[in-house]
C-alpha cells in the first residue's frame, strides 16, 4: 500500500493535521467520478505557493445528514499525486476533513469551481462529483484514527489549478524539526460558515499561532 501525508481541516479552527494515508490504487490518470472517463491532469506552475494554494482551495456543499433540510458546507484541497510507475504523470487529489464528507447525505456533492477567463476574471460553477456508490459506501478513503479523508477525481480543464504535490506536504518528522515550534504564525485558507472571499469563490485567508507544545508533535498534532 502506497503512503502519503495529508492536509486536514478540523472544524471552525481548521486545524493543520500531518497523518498518513494509504491508498490501493495508481495514480496515473484522474478519474471522472461522473461519467466514469478518465481526465488529463491540466495544472499549472505558480511561482507562489501561498498563490497556488488558494487557487486549488475549493468550497464543498451537499444536503445535511445531521440536519435535514439544511446544507453542509465544507473546505476541500486539490494536490497532485505522482504516479509511480509514470513519474511524469500525476493525479488529482482531494483532501478535506472527514467528517465534512461523512456528513454530506446521498451519492453527491458539490464543489465550487472557479473557470479562469483570462485577465484576472473568474466564473464560479458548480461541479458535481461522486463521493458515495449507489449501495452507500464512501468512495473516499479515510483515515483510521485522525479526521481526514481523501479521494481521486477529475478537474475540468477550464479550472486553473496549480501544480503543487502532495511531496510538499508535512510528516511527523517535519514537524519535529526545530524550525516548526510554538509560536510560529500559520495560514489558514477555508470558508468558514460557508463564507468566501469574493464573488468568484475563493477561501478566505486568516493567521493563526501555534500553540505551546504540550508533549510530542505528533499527539499535539492529533488532538
Excluded at 22 to 27: E, L, P, V, Y
Excluded at 59 to 72: E, F, L, N
Aim: with cysteine; glycine share 8%.
Amino acid at each position: 500500500m502506497e503512503r502519503f501525508r495529508a492536509i486536514a481541516m478540523k472544524g471552525a479552527a481548521f486545524l493543520v493535521l500531518a497523518v498518513s494515508i494509504c491508498f490501493g490504487q495508481d495514480a496515473s490518470q484522474g478519474k471522472d467520478t461522473i461519467s466514469g472517463k478518465t481526465s488529463t491532469v491540466n495544472a499549472s506552475i505558480f511561482p507562489d505557493l501561498s498563490v497556488g494554494l488558494m487557487q486549488n482551495t475549493f468550497r464543498i456543499a451537499g444536503p445535511s445528514k445531521r440536519v435535514p433540510g439544511k446544507t453542509s458546507v465544507g473546505t476541500v484541497f486539490v494536490l497532485l499525486k505522482p504516479s509511480q510507475s509514470q513519474p511524469d504523470t500525476s493525479a488529482y487529489v482531494l483532501i478535506t476533513a472527514a467528517h465534512v464528507l461523512d456528513d454530506i447525505d446521498g451519492q453527491v456533492a458539490n464543489l465550487s469551481l472557479r473557470e479562469n477567463k483570462g485577465d484576472s476574471d473568474f466564473i464560479p460553477f458548480d461541479y458535481p462529483i461522486i463521493i458515495r456508490s449507489t449501495d452507500g459506501k464512501p468512495l473516499y478513503t479515510r483515515h483510521t484514527t485522525a479526521d481526514i479523508a481523501v479521494m481521486f477525481l477529475s478537474i475540468p480543464n477550464a479550472v486553473t489549478i496549480a501544480k503543487i504535490s502532495t511531496k510538499i506536504l508535512a510528516d511527523d518528522k517535519i514537524l519535529e524539526k526545530p524550525e516548526v515550534h510554538p509560536g510560529d504564525t500559520v495560514l489558514c485558507l477555508g470558508y468558514p460558515f460557508g463564507l468566501s472571499v469574493n464573488d468568484w469563490g475563493f477561501p478566505i485567508l486568516r493567521t493563526g499561532v501555534i500553540s505551546p507544545k504540550l508533549c510530542t508533535w505528533p499527539a499535539l498534532w492529533r488532538l
